[in-house]
Structure formats: structure tokens, C-alpha cells
């Protein structure tokens, strides 16, 4: 809370030197009767911002060493014995004890007295860490104050310095964009090489078993990690949705985009573009109560096994949920093909569904496919559907009708419950999510490869 | 290229009286006929009551300034209208005495007897080959593979493309230079055999020398279709047309021979647009 | 020549106009094709929403039993509600205080609603069917009593008209979402009980009353019939606090960099495939994220609102930059150049003049972006959100769940027949949010559309 109160006066003292910014942009204006380069407006931005950026900036390093440098000193109080007697984690949980005590709260079996010194250190430098970062940014931000203030003058070039600021900032929101995607490789890289240490790459990517003990199990039990059931799964309900989604979605966006009545094209476009923000757990939850028993009733009735939870309920309810998606995205690259090439067919005397198959369809079909890989991309990459309708069975097989595993599935089951970073039962899961990172990378770039390619030839 | 220059020596006047003389041979038989053609879009109107006679082997050519409403015109004789959906037209056309708004009217047969070529240039996304089989594929007049490479071939050649593409058929049309796309258009709709060709301002979108090329093609061409274009250019159509009809806010304001049109008007809008007063 | 002009003209007509009826009748087959696309969709779409209200809607009122229950002196024992005396200090009167509660929390509350529901079943029962008896009402109800009773202790020795939330088991059985025509083995209540509930029922005194335990009620696993959202709600308001806080600025700043002000060339190239190509990835990626980066290395809180807006912030962000980079693109360059012609600088003319024409088209993008974080559900699994609470969370960095994942766990639960109900009616409850916030934004760009 401290900290909010000390960013809420940071911001006081910037208003604040906003308006002594104005007021002696004014002033000085007055005073040698010149026009100033800027605006006053500017210059008390000016100053607010060198009054309030570099303590902001100490800030922020600040609270990103002390706490690390507390800890050093703590650590270095304690009795060198004691330390040394014990095991880096055990080090790690006795200090988040001393903290928890700094601050006031109980733990678990009540403090030692080496705790309870060394939380007392604790508050203490925690007490003139505290003072000192205020007594410094007060510091900063007076200083940067007075230091602005004095230098406005007439050449001063306020709002050029302003707006670089902006722009600086601007392009630094886009690099969060960028780290993500650093963030997303580095760390799934990261913990799956720490997964390889465990399993040789060769045994997860062509192992044919599935298998993961339970880590309590103890290390020489390690299970089975073959990555390919999974991916066969994921494969097969993949496919099952794409075959639902692909018709039903190409025909529709066909329909609204060349036969259907205005009316209906905004009415249906709205509720389309609904549908496909309806969350998956929705579909997911639809899946297990109406679909999947309906499949399963329709096997008995013509005597076939399917499943309650099988491939074929998720794949099925999977390309429902993709129909909006490909529709959408199709219906946008059909509205592209230029009215001229229609008027064309259309001109030598072809019916309209002649037009659309000859004509519209082979020049729209660079983007049409580039959808199907962004929806292929999408299906192998949903998740709440075949968590609670596929079954989760990592075997493999070529029976749609039997329960299947996917990647995304066994991600979710082996990184739920206690999460130990430590153990290839829960590593796996990285493993896995770099998998699916690359496949769906792999569509997505070739999909928007092809349809920028397309949208560039008809612009 | 040798021949880009050729119907620049048939300079404007000359071309003229050509053209009288076919117009007198054609005068006997109306091919298409206008009665009172109305159009709105919407509410708004966008044509008022046209009524006009278009002869058989004639080039009859629209003038008139932007917006006049020759374009939507041109759309009627061939209902390429039906495709804007807040279109609707009044009256009655004809193409051989038969009214070709009559609700039992085949539009897809109408159109292989009136076929069109854009103002842009329009070429399938397809092979050049295709392009020009495209059209008689679609109406089988063609049964075999053939039959189907004479039409290609003839078509081409009437188009004046033969000899620039003859050894390039099944590369895409899209990357032909905008002339040669445009008379590949040509020869697409000339592949279906229409009755009557109607042509949007074939070379608004064109340079010089692809122009003269189209003009030289709409002058051959002549000889066994009904033309009727559309154009901005004045001097084009007192170029290539027999007749020409000048439009002027949704009105037909004077149809004559081209020579009487731009040598001696009836109507003062017709004298002020072609002397350039407006336009 | 033996064929004439005029004859081949004719057979080129005759020829087209025989294939003229095939090529109508496929004409309509592919049109009919089309139409009957579109059909299955909306129907497939219709089922999902009908099964869907008609599972949850009943959910909505909960089987209720309104009886009187009398604050019997003989049964609460209890000194009375300690006051704050002068020259006390706080924390001995809070002791005090705590003392008297825990005091409270000993007494045999259970043994009121059971003479209660004595008294409306109208008959002795014996103490061996107490169980069957007991079976009739929530267990949450006697801490529902105890509370009641703490906050106004001058209910001593008055009789009251309550209304206790059935079992989750009798509300299965009235509502006949189990068949009643199963054998007792596997039926989940005693015959007697269910004679009760039916006799309770006739007789009026158990009622469907409106559910207000779902919206006011956390989650509960030892009565299922008092589990309710509330604590998932302030969860998912607490993230999309966080969702709204960071993605918007952040997502609207980058798009105005790098459409209005990013050179054009291979890096920002990249930076765009590398956006596009970020909201394409899966969502349980940011999941796998979330747990390595911000639970792992720098150990922010398990189940805590604030790490889930932040993964869903990092997920959202992808689709508000696209959305309102379409919306600036869309704003025609006359406009910059008009305000470049009179003068302004680069940022002037984007923030006194472009921004504001494009902010409808930004508000909506990032109201259907938000809209879509509020249903995301595998991402947050992963760090931790789908971790029983009991409490509604305080601040973003207690524990809590989610909307969705609150689904995800009741559609899990073991108690089917009921939770197949509550299920369906917690997606009423975030389809009604989620389609409000479509409707808005559907709304806003209908409202501020505009044509160059």
C-alpha cells in the first residue's frame, strides 16, 4: 500500500509542477515580451515530466534490488553455521519465515529465536530502505523540478521534447507485444529443456506410449512421455472439426456474401460475429450434456459403439465452434474479389453459381485456404471442448468413435493440481506447449503469408 | 508495334465518312429497340424515358458528360443492371422483337446474345487459354478439344492477340499489359459469338497506342457485330461510330449519324457539349 | 456456302438454350446448398442455446422451505452479546468477542431446524430417521442460522419465518431431474425422505423460490445447494479490472506507433506478423506462460485475479492492436494531411485529430477483446484459478476463480443431476454478460458508424 501512496504523491508533485511550468512559461513570455516556442501547455509538461520520470525510473529499480539486496544481508546476519548446515530451498523457506515475521504474521510452528532476530533486522532495513527511497526521490523529483523550471526560455523547444517522450513511449507499448512472444519461446524453451534432461527428445517425440506416473511415485518410476498418441489425437478431432467447419462455414459465408438479402445479411453478421465470442467451456459443457449422449444413443440405435466422450463428440462440437470462425474470416476474403471479375463471368452469360464456382472461388482461393490453416491452427490449438469431451484416453488408435488425448489436454491435466517445477511430470507440459507453439506457428505464418499476399493483389 | 500507327492516319473526319456508308446499308433492320426506358436507383432516377433503335452492324456510340446515365443505359440491353440490387428498370427492350425484360426471358441466354466489355479490364484469374475458352465451355458450344482450340485461336486472331500470345496460352491473363488485357477481353466475349457487343468506355482505362489498337479492332469487328459503346472521348467516337447518341441528365437529347452530331447538332445542349462549353 | 450466317446463329442458340435448364437446376442446388449451410448453423446453434436455457433456467429457483423456527431458550445457551465497556480496550473486547462467537458456534443450531421441520411435517419423528430428516435441508442452513442469530441476538425465544434452502437432493427430486421411478439403491435420498419432500411440497411449505444463494453465495463443497457465484463473479471483475487497465492503453499506444508513426520497413514488418501471428496462438500457450514467468520466476501468488488479468491482459492485447489499427487505417489520410497543411506536428495532428474520429472503432475492438478474456477458461487453469475458494476475494491477490472456470468445476462435480442445472445456469449468467458487452459494442459501431 505504501508504495501506491508514494506513486499517488509522485503524481500530486507532477501536477504540481505542471502548473509552475505554465505559469512561468507565462511569465517569462511576459517578461521579455517574445513569443515562446511552444505552447505554455508544453512547458509544464516539460517540467512535469522531468520532475517525475527519473524518480519514477529509480522507483522501479529500486523495488527490483532492495528486497534482493535485503535478503543478502539478512542472509549474511544470520549465524554463517546455521547457513551453512542448510540446503539452498531450506534457506529459501526459512527467509520467506523471517518475512512473513518482518511483516507482522504468524508461521506455521512459531519463529526461532535466530528468526526472530533476523526479522527484527529485517523491519529494520526494511524501515530505512523505506525512508532513504523516499528521501531520494523527493529528492530527484524537487531537483528535476527546479532544474526544468529555471531552464524554460523562449528557444527551449518544449513540445519537440515532449512528443519525443511520447513517441518514445508509444513504441515502447509495442515492444510489450514483441517480449511476449520472447516471454512465450524463452520460458516454454527453457522448462523443456529442463524436461529433456529427464527424457531424451527422441523418446518424446516417436514414443507410441503415454504414460506419466505420478511424481511421488520416486525417480526410478518415471513413466512413459511419447508424444505421438497425443498428437494423433489431437490430429484426429482436428480433422473431425475441420470437416464439419469447412463445408457448413465456406458454403455459409458464400451464401450471405453473394445470394442473401441485405435484411438478412445484417441480421446474420452480428450474430455470427456473437458466436464466435462465445467462450469454448460453453461448447465444452454443450459437448458433454446433449451431444455427446445424442451420438451415443444414434450408435446404439444403428449398432455402433461411440462413446459418450469420444473423438467424434469433440471434433463434432469443436466445428461447430469453428463454422463462425471460417464463415467470417472466408466471407471477408469473398467480399474482396472485385465486383469486375463477377460483372466478367456474369457479362459472357454464366449463372451466378457458375460465377461464384469458376470465377470467384479459384481467385478468392489463396485467401480461402489461408483461413482453413488459421482455422486448422485454431482447432488444434482449442482446449475446454476436449478437456470435457474427448475423454482423455492417450492411446493410440483409428477409432473416431473411442475416447482420444490431445496436447492440450494432457497439458492441463499434468500442470493442475501442485505445480513442481522440478519433476518431468510436470515439465512434460512445456514440452508439449512448445509442440503446439510450433505447429500453430507454423499455420499461422504460412495462413498470413498467403492471405497478405492475397489482399495485396486485389488492393 | 509497326501497326500502332495505322489508324492514326485515318484521321477523324475521314473515319466518319466511312461509317455513313455502312449506316445506310444497316438502316433496314432494327436489331435492339428501346421503349420508354426508365431506371431508378432507388428513388432516385437515374434515366427518363429513353426510346431508341439500334440497327444491325452499326457502331453506335454514347457521348455525353459523367453522370449522364449512357453507362446504366448500356447495362439495360443487356440486364447486367440485375446484379445492383436497388436497380429497377421501367419500359421495354427488345433484341430481335423480343422483349428481353419479359419475365420468362433467359438472362443467361440474353447475354451470349449481347455480350460486354468493361471499361477496366477485367481477365479471369486464369490462364489465357481459359479466358477465351471460359465462355463457350460454359455454353457447350464446343465438344471437343478441337472445336474448343479453333474458337481460342479465331477469337484471339479477330482480337488482333493471336500472334502477341500464340506461344504464351497458358500463362495467366492477369499478366498481359492493360491493351492486350483489354482486347483479351474482347476476345472473350467475342469467343460466345454475340448478336451485339456493348463496350463500357473500352479504353478509358488505356494509353494511346493500346487505344488506337482497340479502335482498329472495334472498326473490324464491325463487320459482323452490332457495337454500341460508351465513351468520354469525343474524338473517338467521331472515330469509330456510324451513329452517335449524345446523353444528357438521364435524357437522350439527339441521335443521328456522327458526322450530323458533330458537324451540325439540332439541340444546343448537344452544340455546347461538343464545342466544349460543358462537359 | 450452304449454311448460312443466320442458320449457325440459330444452332449456336438452340445449343445453349438445351444445357439452359441443367445449368438453372444446378443453379438452384448450389443456392439451396448455401441456404441450407446457413440453416444448419443457426439450428445447430438454436439446439446449443435451447438446451442450454432449458437446462437453466429452472435453476433459477431453487427448492425452498419456508418454516417457522423458534429461537428456543432451552437450546441456544449463551451468555449474552458482549458490549464494548468503557475503559476497555479494543483488542480485549475483540477477544471478548471472539470468545461469545466461538460460544455461539457450539450450540446445537441443527436441533432448531429439526424441530422446525418436525413441526411442519406434522408428525413425531423418531431420532433414527433424523438422518432422513436432516437430509431434507442444506447443511449450510445452521450457520445460516448461527449468523442470523449473532447479528440479532434479541431473537431469543421468538418464533421467525425463515426460508431454508432445500438439499440439493430434494431440489433434483421436485424439480424431476433424477427418475423417480428408480429403486431406492439408487436413488440418491432415503424413501422417507422422499415421502417428506413430496407431503412438504403438497403442502406448500417447500417452494421453487427465486436462487438468491447463486449470486450471493462463493462456491461450497459441503452443501451444494447453497454454491453460488459470487466469488467467481469478483474474480472475473477483478480481472477484467486488470484486462481494462493494462491491455486498452498499452494495446491502443502500440497500434498508434506503429501505424502512425513506425517506419515501414523489415523490423515493423515483423513486429506485425509477429501481432497477428500473437493472436492466433492458443490460448492455454499464455496459459503455459503465466505459470513459468509470472508464477515461477518472479513467484507472484497461485489462483491470484491479478496474474490471470495479466495472462489474459498478454492475450487480449494482440486483438485490441489489430481492431484499432483497422480503426485508425480506416480513418482517410486527408484528414492528417489537413491538419499537417495548417501546421501541426506529427503528434498533434494523431491526437487532436485522428484518435478521436477513430475512437468508436477503438472502444468496440476493445469491448469485444475484454468480452473474449471474460470467457477464457484453459489459461487460467494452469495457474491455479480453478483452486476451491470459499471466500469473495478482497483484493486482486487473494485467492479466487473465475466465471468460466466456476463451469468448469461444477460441470465436474459429482452431484450430476444437480450441477448439470447450476452449470447451465452459471453460462446463462456469463452468456447474459458477455452478449450485453457484444451488444454494446455492436451497438456503439452502429451508432458511430461512419463512411469516407
Known sequence: MSNLALIATLLLIMAMAYHLGLTRSRAVAAEQDVRMHSRPGYYGALVALWCGLPAFGLFLLWSFLAPQLIEMLVTQQLPTELVASMSDRELTTMLRRISAVAEGRNVAGGATPEELLAANHMARLQTFELYSLVAVMAVMAVGGLVYARRHISPQWRARNHVERVITWALAASSAVAVFTTVGIVLSMLGEALKFFSFISPAEFFLGTTWNPRFSTSGADAQGEFGLLPLLWGTMMVSIIALLVAIPVGLMTAIYMAEYAPPWLRNVAKPIIE?????????????????????????????????????????????????????????????????????????????????????????????????AFLLAASRAIGETMIVVLAAGNNPVLHGNPFEAVSTITVTIVNQLTGDMDFASPQSLVAFALGLTLFVITLGLNVIALIVVRKYRQQYE | MNTSAEPMTASPLVSVGSGESRTSKAKDKVKMSAEDVKVFYGNAQAINGIH?????????????????????????????????????????????????????????????????????????????????????????????????????????????????????????????????????????????????????????????????????????????????????NMQQAARVADRTAFFHLGDLVEVDSTDQIFTNPKDQRTHDYITGRFG | MSITIEQRRQHRLMTIEKSLAKRHRQEKRFRRTGLAAVVTGMTLVAILFVSILIRGVPAFWQATIFVDVYFDPDVIQLEEKPQKVSGESQSAFEERYAAWQSQAGLVNWQALIDSALEDAIGDEVESRQLRDLRALVSSSERFALRNRFVEDPSLLGQTVELKMLASANVDVWIKGNIDRNLDDSRQQLSAQTRAWADQLYDDGIIKNAFSTAL??????????????????????????????????????????????????????????????????????????????IFIGYLGLPLSAPLVGGLVLTLMTLPTIIIATRASLRSIPPSIRQAALGIGASRVQTVFHHVLPLALPGILTGSILGVAQALGETAPLLLIGMNAFVANVPGTPLEQSTALPVQIYLWQGNELRNFFEARTSAAIIVLLGLMLSLNALAIWLRKKFETRW
Open chain 1, 274 to 370: 456473437v458466436l464466435a465470442g462465445i467462450p469454448t467451456i460453453v461448447y465444452g459443457f454443450f459437448a458433454l450434456i446433449v451431444i455427446g449422449p445424442f451420438l451415443s444413443n444414434l450408435g446404439d440405435m444403428i449398432g455402433i459403439n461411440i462413446r459418450t466422450t469420444s473423438a467424434l463428440t469433440a471434433g463434432l462440437v469443436m466445428g461447430i465452434m469453428i463454422i463462425p470462425f471460417v464463415s467470417s474470416l472466408s466471407d471477408d476474403i469473398i467480399t474482396q474479389v472485385p465486383k469486375s471479375l463477377r460483372d466478367g463471368a456474369l457479362g459472357l452469360g454464366a449463372t451466378k453459381s457458375e460465377t461464384i464456382r469458376q470465377v470467384v472461388l479459384p481467385a478468392a482461393l489463396p485467401g480461402i485456404v489461408g
Open chain 2, 52 to 232: 431508341l433503335d439500334i440497327y444491325e452492324n452499326e457502331v453506335l456510340a454514347f457521348i455525353g458528360p459523367s453522370g449522364c446515365g449512357k453507362s446504366t443505359f448500356l447495362r439495360c440491353l443487356n440486364r447486367m443492371n440485375d446484379t445492383i440490387d436497388i436497380c429497377r428498370v421501367e419500359g421495354k427492350i427488345t433484341l430481335d422483337k423480343n422483349d428481353i425484360y419479359a419475365p420468362d426471358r433467359d438472362v443467361v441466354l440474353l447475354r451470349a446474345q449481347v455480350g460486354i466489355v468493361f471499361q477496366k479490364p477485367n481477365p479471369f484469374p486464369k490462364s489465357i487459354y481459359e479466358n477465351i475458352a471460359y465462355g463457350p465451355r460454359l455454353h457447350g458450344l464446343a465438344r471437343r478439344k478441337a472445336e474448343l482450340d479453333d474458337i481460342v485461336e479465331s477469337s484471339l486472331r479477330r482480337a488482333g492477340l493471336w500472334d502477341e500470345v500464340k506461344d504464351r496460352l497458358d500463362q495467366p491473363g492477369t499478366g498481359l499489359s492493360g491493351g492486350q488485357q483489354q482486347r483479351l477481353c474482347i476476345a472473350r466475349t467475342v469467343a460466345v459469338s454475340p448478336d451485339v457487343i456493348l463496350m463500357d468506355e473500352p479504353c478509358s482505362a488505356l494509353d494511346p497506342i493500346a487505344t488506337a489498337k482497340v479502335e482498329q479492332l472495334i472498326d473490324e469487328l464491325s463487320e459482323s457485330y452490332t457495337i454500341v459503346m460508351v465513351t468520354h
Open chain 3, 215 to 292: 449470486f450471493l453465495n462463493t462456491d461450497s463443497r459441503s452443501s451444494p445447494a447453497s454454491a453460488g457465484l459470487a466469488g467467481a463473479f469478483m474474480g472475473s471483475l477483478f480481472m477484467m479490472m486488470v484486462v481494462i487497465m493494462l491491455s486498452v492503453p498499452l494495446g491502443v499506444a502500440s497500434a498508434i506507433y506503429l501505424e502512425e508513426f513506425a517506419p515501414k520497413n523489415r523490423l515493423t514488418d515483423l513486429i506485425e506478423i509477429n501481432i497477428n501471428n500473437l493472436a492466433a496462438v492458443p490460448s492455454i500457450v499464455f496459459g503455459l506462460l503465466g505459470a513459468s
